[in-house]
């Protein structure tokens, strides 16, 4: 009896020690992290994404997320050789030589005065001619109502940035204003964020490149701004190096060219974004959101 109750309790043992290596093994080693609550994301100027950006004030945007549509107003541009890949934020528009979207111009474009303009571009380094990124179209004048492209004499490391305005009635006696070339640093091979503001009261024009200004003007004569006639407007070039051209004052220059990388999150605004709007704009877009 001893020997059968001895075995009894070593069989006893053994399975218990076996229960207990099998629950330890299960159990995970306890970290204090791990019940920690998750940290809020990070914000800039009290913004935790780009949508909370004066949302009420967005009245065109061009996400590029698999169409070309103007997200609010549903204008859709019409495609000649462009495609999408990989954007700054899911996907853009990607561009190619002779390649172009064009589309009507949305109202809530044309009866704009103070504005903000967005874009995103990531291109290959271009150091000759003029790289057309966005342009609203102006059918008399060679420049358009608003021009924005990478001039020539860029570098390696360096970009030429030029932004042009007219502000008229659908004539060809408007006024000019003229900005850059800004000479901006590493451009090339990477998302960046150009923006443009333009205050009517005051009739200045800033530029930004990644979320800092680098430079303004107040052209002469300038406001009240009026681009209620104009009816069309281009992605990845300038208005006269489309087929056929959308100003009847030149056709195509062999000195212009076509955006060859991509292009996203396009937005106008129908006021002036203040510099830390802009700059929270740029740092959110960058991480996605």
């Given at each position: 009896m001893k020997m059968k109750t001895m075995k009894n309790i070593l069989t006893g043992l053994l399975i218990t020690t076996t229960i207990s290596l099998a629950l330890s093994s299960c159990q995970k080693e306890f970290n204090p992290k791990s019940y920690q609550p998750p940290k809020p994301p990070p914000s800039f100027s009290g913004y935790t994404n780009s949508k909370d950006i004066e949302p009420t004030h967005l009245v065109a945007y061009w996400p590029f997320s698999g169409d070309l549509k103007d997200s609010l107003s549903s204008t859709t541009g019409v495609n000649t050789g462009t495609s999408f890949a990989g954007g700054v934020e899911g996907k853009g528009l990607q561009g190619?030589?002779?390649?172009?979207?064009?589309?009507?111009?949305?109202?809530?474009?044309?009866?704009?005065?103070?504005?903000?303009?967005?874009?995103?571009?990531?291109?290959?380094?271009?150091t000759t001619g003029a790289i057309g990124i966005l342009d609203i179209a102006h059918s008399q004048n060679f420049w358009g109502n608003l021009d924005l492209f990478?001039?020539?004499?860029?570098?390696?490391?360096?970009?030429?940035?030029?932004?042009?305005?007219?502000?008229?009635?659908?004539?060809?006696?408007?006024?000019?204003?003229?900005?850059?070339?800004?000479?901006?640093?590493?451009?090339?091979?990477?998302?960046?964020?150009?923006?443009?503001?333009?205050?009517?009261?005051?009739?200045?024009?800033?530029?930004?490149?990644?979320?800092?200004?680098?430079?303004?003007?107040?052209?002469?004569?300038?406001?009240?701004?009026?681009?209620?006639?104009?009816t069309k407007m281009v992605f990845g070039t300038l208005q006269f190096q489309t087929t056929p051209s959308l100003t009847a004052a030149t056709g195509s220059q062999g000195w212009a060219g076509y955006l060859l990388g991509s292009m996203d999150q396009v937005r106008f605004y129908d006021e002036v974004l203040s510099s830390t709007q802009v700059s929270a704009l740029y740092n959110l877009e960058k991480l996605g959101r």
């Amino acid at each position: 009896m001893k020997m059968k109750t001895m075995k009894n309790i070593l069989t006893g043992l053994l399975i218990t020690t076996t229960i207990s290596l099998a629950l330890s093994s299960c159990q995970k080693e306890f970290n204090p992290k791990s019940y920690q609550p998750p940290k809020p994301p990070p914000s800039f100027s009290g913004y935790t994404n780009s949508k909370d950006i004066e949302p009420t004030h967005l009245v065109a945007y061009w996400p590029f997320s698999g169409d070309l549509k103007d997200s609010l107003s549903s204008t859709t541009g019409v495609n000649t050789g462009t495609s999408f890949a990989g954007g700054v934020e899911g996907k853009g528009l990607q561009g190619a030589n002779n390649a172009y979207v064009v589309s009507d111009v949305p109202s809530a474009i044309q009866n704009l005065h103070s504005f903000t303009m967005s874009v995103w571009i990531n291109m290959p380094q271009n150091t000759t001619g003029a790289i057309g990124i966005l342009d609203i179209a102006h059918s008399q004048n060679f420049w358009g109502n608003l021009d924005l492209f990478f001039d020539n004499g860029s570098t390696a490391t360096t970009g030429v940035l030029k932004v042009h305005m007219y502000n008229d009635a659908g004539s060809t006696s408007g006024v000019d204003g003229w900005e850059g070339g800004y000479s901006v640093s590493n451009p090339w091979g990477t998302w960046i964020q150009v923006a443009v503001t333009y205050d009517d009261t005051a009739g200045k024009i800033t530029v930004y490149y990644n979320g800092a200004p680098v430079g303004n003007n107040t052209p002469a004569s300038f406001t009240p701004l009026n681009w209620s006639a104009a009816t069309k407007m281009v992605f990845g070039t300038l208005q006269f190096q489309t087929t056929p051209s959308l100003t009847a004052a030149t056709g195509s220059q062999g000195w212009a060219g076509y955006l060859l990388g991509s292009m996203d999150q396009v937005r106008f605004y129908d006021e002036v974004l203040s510099s830390t709007q802009v700059s929270a704009l740029y740092n959110l877009e960058k991480l996605g959101r």
